[in-house]
Structures are given as structure tokens and as C-alpha cells.
């Protein structure tokens, strides 16, 4: 069963930056598309990066392009979302699920979420 848990949220300050983790048990990353995504309060969820699986491209919401990285390079079974210059808007819960295709997110697996705050 894709158990997935992300961690690496907390406060920071605008221009700040955070790195958060989702790592992955019971299969392999290797074998899914990775999406991230956030929640704002009161707002919709919303994706902000994915990545197919065999090395495809990344992509971004127009919101975080330039400022977040969604690194090729990571630990077995582990991604990490590179978020830098982060601004108030970038305040919310951030999940990472594993599906087949950034194409398609029902039936996807997510994690639990982790919190990120941006404030002085």
C-alpha cells in the first residue's frame, strides 16, 4: 500500500525559503508521477508542480514559477519541493500525491500534508 508522508513546513519570513519532503513507502516513486500541491486558506486546492515518472518535465503554476523547484535529483523514494522567495500567499498545507499521470489525479495517493506559514 503508497503510504506517502510530507514534512519540512513551518514559519518562515517573506523572501524566505523552506525545502519540503515526500517520502514514499510500500513502492517506488520511480514508478509514479509526483504532484505537488497546496491548500490556501479558504481556497481550493491547487497544483503547483508534478513531474510524470521516466524523467519527464516539470511543470509549475504560473504562481511559483521561478520561485519553486521541484528537484530531479533526490533520495530513493523521496521528492523534495524546493520553495524559495516565498511570499504570504504561499501560506497554506502542502500535499504531495503519486498517480499515473500528472494528467490524472483521481485515484491518486496523498500524504497528510505538511504546514507552511509565510509571515513576519
Known amino acids: 500500500q503508497v503510504q506517502l508522508v510530507e514534512s519540512g513546513g513551518g514559519l518562515v519570513q517573506p523572501g524566505g525559503s523552506l525545502r519540503l519532503s515526500c517520502a514514499a513507502s510500500?513502492?517506488?516513486?520511480?514508478?509514479?508521477?509526483i504532484g505537488w500541491f497546496r491548500q490556501a486558506p479558504g481556497k481550493e486546492r491547487e497544483r503547483i508542480s508534478c513531474?510524470?515518472?521516466?524523467?519527464?518535465?516539470?511543470s509549475y503554476a504560473e504562481s511559483v514559477k521561478g520561485r519553486f523547484i521541484f528537484p530531479r535529483d533526490n533520495a530513493k523514494n523521496t521528492r523534495y519541493l524546493q520553495m524559495n522567495s516565498l511570499k504570504p500567499d504561499d501560506t497554506g498545507i502542502y500535499y504531495c500525491?503519486?498517480?499515473?499521470?500528472?494528467?490524472?489525479?483521481?485515484?491518486?495517493?496523498w500524504g497528510q500534508g505538511t504546514h507552511v506559514t509565510v509571515s513576519s
Open positions: 510500500g513502492v517506488s516513486l520511480d514508478d509514479y508521477a
Open positions: 500525491a503519486a498517480t499515473y499521470t500528472c494528467s490524472d489525479f483521481q485515484g491518486a495517493r
Open positions: 513531474r510524470n515518472s521516466l524523467g519527464g518535465s516539470t
